[in-house]
């Protein structure tokens, strides 16, 4: 079932489905979304915020979402190589894109150990 989530602003009213957001990048006192077709939008939510809303509004599901230090929250469902010794993490969905973020060797190994242990 797909879940929307909106972000009102006093000018805009955004709405995009959770299974299509990429990841969430900071940018100072904005957040730019990005989607799996590749579409970039900024708004203005720090990522701290973004994080709130997204527990707000999606419950349950926001477990869908990760948090990694403190320039990015991730869709766990895209992840595909954490490389820990080139600062490196690849989020694909095997067919439209792929995305290799910059993130601190410290904040991959803490998600790295972070996955193995969910999985028990």
Same mark, same amino acid.
């Given at each position: 079932m =797909? /879940?929307?989530?909106?972000?009102n602003? !006093?000018?805009n009213?955004? !709405?995009l489905?959770?299974? =299509?957001i990429?990841? $969430?990048?900071?940018? %100072?006192?904005y957040?730019?979304?990005?989607t799996?077709?590749?579409l970039? +939008?900024q ?5 701290? !915020?973004?994080?709130t809303?997204? %527990?707000e /509004?999606l419950?349950e *599901?926001?477990?869908?979402?990760m948090r990694?230090?403190? =320039?990015?929250?991730? *869709?766990r469902e895209?992840? $595909? ?5 080139? /600062? !490196?993490?690849?989020?694909t969905?095997m067919?439209s $894109? ?9 904040a ?11 999985? +028990?």
């Amino acid at each position: 079932m =797909r /879940q929307l989530i909106f972000f009102n602003s !006093r000018d805009n009213l955004l !709405r995009l489905d959770m299974e =299509r957001i990429a990841y $969430f990048e900071a940018d %100072g006192n904005y957040t730019t979304i990005v989607t799996k077709n590749k579409l970039k +939008v900024q708004v203005g939510i720090s990522l701290s !915020r973004m994080e709130t809303a997204l %527990g707000e /509004q999606l419950r349950e *599901n926001a477990s869908i979402f990760m948090r990694i230090g403190k =320039r990015f929250i991730i *869709n766990r469902e895209f992840i $595909f190589n954490i490389d820990c010794a080139h /600062q !490196r993490l690849v989020l694909t969905d095997m067919e439209s $894109f792929v995305y290799s973020l910059p993130i601190s060797k410290d904040a991959l190994k803490k998600m790295k150990d972070l996955l193995i242990l969910s999985r +028990v």
